[in-house]
């Protein structure tokens, strides 16, 4: 473990810090997260965090349940030295790998959050909550614990050197297992726990009664397909509402007929299940395609999606992984061939043209990546990061604003071609929207029953839009 735990070392070393700014956003979005039902533990599993080693950088996968509503906080690897934590709730959140030296969490709420391999040297913690939480392997030397809750903590391999834990609540399930407690103060409060025995109501494998009073499940019978030889169809068509089902796991998994295999197929309208199977044989005289789907009972259909589900975050976290690995060739991208810089970047283009990937986390580096490359004419990968940007641009409005800031920021530096075509595309873009906005205020104006107070504030915006109208222009 010493020698990944020296790889992710050396990538937290080098990372710029998150602004407040930044953590604020992220915090809010994950705020929506825990108050939509993203918070607690997993009762099929009994866990809230499985972690595990890619390519020597640790990752956490969350287990509990799922949010309907914002998004989960996940800053693995981040450098958090900036930030304000004190008083703040940051239950079951991402946390692997931060660092966060000096800084002060007292009262925080950290509850269920998975904050292994992190180093938080000479922080202060007193008076936080922290249950349910996994420390492994971190460093934290000089902290200051005093009065926090340990209930069910575990600080495996910890290293606690010259800690004070005076009035630290532990129970027995707290786990010290290896760790370090060299000069450090165990003034610990120990609590006796009962635990509760958690009864998950037991349900037959039977059909999803609900799906007869879908508008869409209930024209389906329980086992329908279609059946092609040559290309043309040799059964009866497929039903017209089967189209309305969606698949699990999108965009990973999906309904391709290139090749035999298997989906899990869901209503959006009543939540039943159906096991779509594809198969295809290669024939001289004609080729033979076979669709098969199959309702599934209410435990086999969840089943399916929860490993469908787990799958598909294992999925992104390697390909996260092997992001992070790409971007620390990039930060010396001047040194890259055109072959070294097509490799670099592949991940990140491919990834998220064909499987959908977020790419947010890799932007700003991608982003300097491209102002800093070695500028061939005729024979140049530069344009292979342009087209990772621009389609990243495409995915919504707020991309296109982001990539503008971040290339604007970097005054008094000459864009490489690739960079100033991305500027003139993202400037158009803005221009456009706010055009719109214009004419959509501009219609508002002309209405004959808007108060004078309402009159003014529009045409306050209006001329706020044709001023940034100007500036882009």
């Known amino acids: 473990m010493a020698s990944d735990y020296e790889t992710m070392?050396?990538?937290?070393?080098?990372?710029?810090?998150?602004?407040?700014?930044?953590?604020?956003?992220?915090?809010?979005?994950?705020?929506?997260?825990?108050?939509?039902?993203?918070?607690?533990?997993?009762?099929?599993?009994?866990?809230?965090?499985?972690?595990?080693?890619?390519?020597?950088?640790?990752?956490?996968?969350?287990?509990?349940?799922?949010?309907?509503?914002?998004?989960?906080?996940?800053?693995?690897?981040?450098?958090?030295?900036?930030?304000?934590?004190?008083?703040?709730?940051?239950?079951?959140a991402d946390l692997v790998g931060v660092r966060c030296r000096k800084n002060s969490f007292k009262k925080t709420n950290l509850t269920g959050s998975i904050l292994i391999d992190s180093n938080f040297t000479g922080s202060s913690f007193e008076g936080a909550n922290l249950s349910k939480t996994d420390f492994s392997r971190s460093i934290m030397v000089d902290c200051s614990l005093r009065n926090v809750n340990l209930t069910d903590a575990d600080f495996e391999n910890v290293d606690l050197t010259g800690a004070d834990l005076t009035g630290a609540i532990i129970t027995p399930e707290t786990n010290f297992k290896g760790t370090i407690f060299k000069d450090a103060v165990k003034d610990f409060k120990k609590v006796q726990t009962t635990k509760k025995n958690i009864k998950t109501k037991k349900t037959k494998h039977t059909l999803v009664k609900s799906y007869m009073n879908c508008s869409i499940c209930k024209t389906l019978p329980d086992n329908y397909g279609a059946y092609w030889k040559g290309g043309d169809l040799q059964s009866k068509p497929m039903p017209a509402s089967a189209a309305k089902l969606e698949v699990v796991g999108a965009p990973i998994y999906n309904k391709s007929t290139s090749y035999s295999h298997t989906v899990i197929q869901r209503c959006p309208e009543c939540g039943t299940c159906y096991r779509w199977q594809f198969e295809y044989e290669y024939l001289v005289g004609g080729s033979e395609d076979e669709i098969d789907v199959t309702r599934l009972s209410r435990d086999e259909g969840e089943k399916e999606v929860r490993k469908i589900i787990l799958d598909v975050r294992m999925q992104y976290a390697q390909l996260r992984a092997e992001g992070v690995a790409k971007l620390q060739l990039l930060k010396d991208v001047k040194k890259l061939d055109n072959?070294?810089?097509?490799?670099?970047?592949?991940?990140?283009?491919?990834?998220?043209?064909?499987?959908?990937?977020?790419?947010?986390?890799?932007?700003?580096?991608?982003v300097e990546a491209l102002i800093n490359h070695r500028h061939i004419k005729d024979d140049c990968n530069g344009?292979?990061?342009?087209?990772?940007?621009?389609e990243f641009k495409s995915k919504n409005e707020k991309n296109g604003e982001k990539l503008l800031n971040l290339i604007l920021s970097h005054k008094g530096k000459i864009f490489p071609p690739e960079v100033q075509d991305l500027v003139k595309e993202c400037k158009l873009e803005q221009l456009e929207k706010l055009t719109k906005k214009v004419k959509i205020l501009?219609?508002?104006?002309r209405s004959e029953n808007l108060e004078m107070e309402d009159y003014k504030r529009i045409n306050r915006r209006i001329e706020q839009l044709y001023k940034k109208i100007k500036d882009f222009s």
């Open 339 to 366: 072959e070294q810089l097509h490799d670099a970047v592949n991940i990140f283009h491919h990834n998220q043209l064909v499987k959908s990937f977020d790419i947010s986390y890799a932007i700003k580096h991608l």
């Open 383 to 390: 344009q292979y990061i342009y087209w990772t940007l621009s």
């Open 442 to 445: 501009e219609e508002k104006l």
């Open 9 to 92: 070392i050396k990538f937290r070393e080098r990372q710029d810090p998150l602004s407040q700014d930044e953590f604020d956003k992220i915090l809010k979005e994950h705020m929506k997260f825990i108050k939509s039902g993203g918070a607690g533990v997993n009762l099929k599993t009994r866990l809230l965090w499985k972690s595990w080693v890619v390519k020597k950088v640790v990752f956490g996968q969350y287990l509990g349940p799922e949010g309907t509503d914002g998004k989960q906080i996940a800053l693995s690897y981040n450098n958090l030295e900036n930030i304000k934590f004190d008083n703040i709730s940051l239950t079951y």
